[in-house]
């Protein structure tokens, strides 16, 4: 595909842009461009338009609005000290939306071109990168699909169109690295099986916030669902992956069981840990383990992981009739873990894995 360039403005002044990058926040300001691109069944994907950020124009019959056909992705661009700006294994993102694609039974974009809608966006927005040196920022990206045929009948669209938005982003959790809490929900589930869980769609979104809603009611940060047929192991939060590290070095996640996703933070931590020599291990995870194992102290350190929340330290777990806390400061190697992931990212360390990709 090639992309057609021509109608850059810079939709907010200067000295706004400014104020937005001394203190990003997550998600709210987007950048002064966006990039579309269109596909239909017959003729596939046309080229792509990068456009200024602004509103979409959809049919109100569009199937997105009605049944949720869409899917959506989420990576960010790092500056270097050098002033280069680089991105972390995009295209992992673009092999997980094209999985998504599958299941929601959307086109698949070609990884190159998934790639290149990022390039062109970044090179158009790149005076909102932020700085390096300033901190946990970066350039959040959000590439996304929707089912934009006007049709109301229930079957896969003939029309889809793929964007991508960016915002400036800050730490996902405002309030400095310390501990949040977890809400258990047992009343709600995020995904079943044979369901969506695996891919990032938005109504698995949609589905996480009433259990959100029940966390926020017990004053917790962020909610954590269980496996909905046994309603025993543990999956992850509404939007990120969980770690656990046993005082004898073990570095615990739950494993892929088609109902969770397939974090890229995640996967990327499974490597780092096994090379500062932690022995990992993917594997289903009784929600008693967590609770016994921060009771007899076995389990020293719980974090959650994801691109928006990198790495966080979990302190709380709070359920119907009870809590437990496993610390309440940061431990020792959720630390190490979330400054190894950081400073290969702003490029601060040697990338020896082949994970950074200039932009
Ligand atoms: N789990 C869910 C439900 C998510 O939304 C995310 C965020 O993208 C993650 C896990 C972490 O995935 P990644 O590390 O690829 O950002
Ligand atoms: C991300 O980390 O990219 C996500 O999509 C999760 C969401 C909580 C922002």
Same mark, same amino acid.
């Given at each position: 595909?090639?992309?057609?360039?021509?109608?850059?403005?810079?939709?907010?002044?200067?000295?706004?842009?400014?104020?937005?990058?001394?203190?990003?926040?997550?998600?709210?300001?987007?950048?002064? &461009?966006?990039?579309?691109?269109?596909?239909?069944?017959?003729?596939?994907?046309?080229?792509?338009?990068?456009?200024?950020?602004?509103?979409?124009?959809?049919?109100?019959?569009?199937?997105?609005? &009605?049944?949720? =056909?869409?899917?959506?992705?989420?990576?960010?661009?790092?500056?270097?000290?050098?002033?280069?700006?680089?991105?972390?294994?995009?295209?992992?993102?673009?092999?997980?939306?094209?999985?998504?694609?599958? $299941?929601?039974?959307?086109?698949?974009?070609?990884?190159?071109?998934?790639?290149?809608?990022?390039? #062109?966006?970044?090179?158009?927005? =790149?005076?909102?990168?932020?700085?390096?040196?300033?901190?946990?920022?970066?350039?959040?990206? +959000?590439?996304?699909?929707?089912?934009?045929?006007?049709?109301?009948?229930? +079957?896969? *669209?003939?029309?889809?169109?793929?964007?991508?938005?960016?915002?400036?982003?800050?730490?996902?959790?405002? !309030?400095?690295?310390?501990?949040?809490?977890?809400?258990?929900?047992?009343?709600?589930? +995020?995904?079943?099986? !044979?369901?969506?869980?695996? *891919?990032?769609?938005?109504?698995?979104?949609?589905?996480?916030?009433?259990?959100?809603?029940?966390?926020?009611?017990?004053?917790?940060?962020?909610?954590?669902?269980?496996?909905?047929?046994? &309603?025993?192991?543990?999956?992850?939060?509404?939007?990120?992956?969980?770690?656990?590290?046993? $005082?004898?070095? +073990?570095?615990?996640?739950? =494993?892929?069981?088609?109902?969770?996703?397939?974090?890229?933070?995640?996967?990327?931590?499974? =490597?780092?840990?096994?090379?500062?020599?932690?022995?990992?291990?993917?594997?289903?995870?009784?929600?008693?383990?967590?609770?016994?194992? #921060?009771?007899?102290?076995?389990?020293?350190?719980?974090?959650?992981?994801?691109?928006?929340?990198?790495?966080?330290?979990?302190?709380?777990?709070?359920?119907?009739?009870?809590?437990?806390?496993?610390?309440?400061?940061?431990?020792?190697?959720?630390?190490?873990?979330?400054?190894?992931?950081?400073?290969?990212?702003?490029?601060?360390?040697?990338?020896?894995?082949?994970?950074?990709?200039?932009?």
């Amino acid at each position: 595909l090639t992309f057609t360039t021509n109608s850059r403005t810079d939709r907010i002044p200067a000295e706004e842009r400014a104020r937005v990058l001394a203190d990003p926040g997550f998600g709210k300001t987007m950048t002064d &461009h966006m990039v579309r691109i269109r596909w239909t069944r017959d003729g596939g994907w046309e080229n792509g338009d990068l456009l200024p950020y602004g509103p979409i124009s959809l049919d109100p019959a569009a199937s997105v609005l &009605h049944y949720g =056909q869409e899917i959506f992705e989420g990576l960010k661009a790092y500056r270097h000290e050098d002033g280069s700006i680089w991105s972390f294994r995009p295209q992992a993102n673009a092999e997980r939306l094209q999985r998504s694609a599958r $299941r929601l039974a959307l086109p698949e974009l070609p990884t190159d071109d998934f790639v290149e809608s990022i390039k #062109v966006l970044v090179d158009a927005d =790149q005076d909102w990168v932020p700085d390096y040196g300033t901190g946990e920022t970066s350039l959040y990206l +959000r590439p996304f699909m929707i089912a934009s045929e006007a049709f109301l009948g229930v +079957r896969p *669209a003939n029309e889809a169109t793929y964007y991508v938005i960016a915002s400036p982003a800050g730490a996902y959790f405002s !309030g400095g690295i310390k501990p949040v809490s977890l809400w258990l929900s047992t009343d709600y589930a +995020r995904a079943g099986d !044979g369901g969506t869980g695996a *891919a990032k769609c938005g109504g698995n979104y949609a589905s996480s916030l009433a259990g959100q809603v029940q966390a926020a009611e017990y004053g917790c940060d962020q909610v954590v669902f269980l496996d909905s047929s046994t &309603h025993t192991y543990i999956e992850e939060l509404g939007g990120m992956n969980l770690f656990f590290v046993y $005082r004898d070095g +073990r570095l615990v996640t739950p =494993q892929l069981t088609g109902t969770i996703l397939e974090g890229i933070t995640r996967s990327s931590i499974l =490597q780092l840990g096994s090379e500062m020599g932690l022995t990992v291990e993917e594997r289903r995870i009784p929600i008693q383990e967590w609770k016994d194992g #921060v009771a007899s102290g076995e389990i020293a350190e719980v974090f959650a992981c994801g691109t928006a929340a990198v790495v966080t330290p979990v302190g709380t777990l709070k359920w119907d009739g009870g809590e437990c806390t496993v610390s309440t400061e940061p431990g020792e190697a959720t630390m190490k873990i979330r400054e190894t992931l950081l400073d290969l990212q702003y490029g601060k360390t040697a990338d020896t894995r082949g994970w950074m990709q200039r932009l």
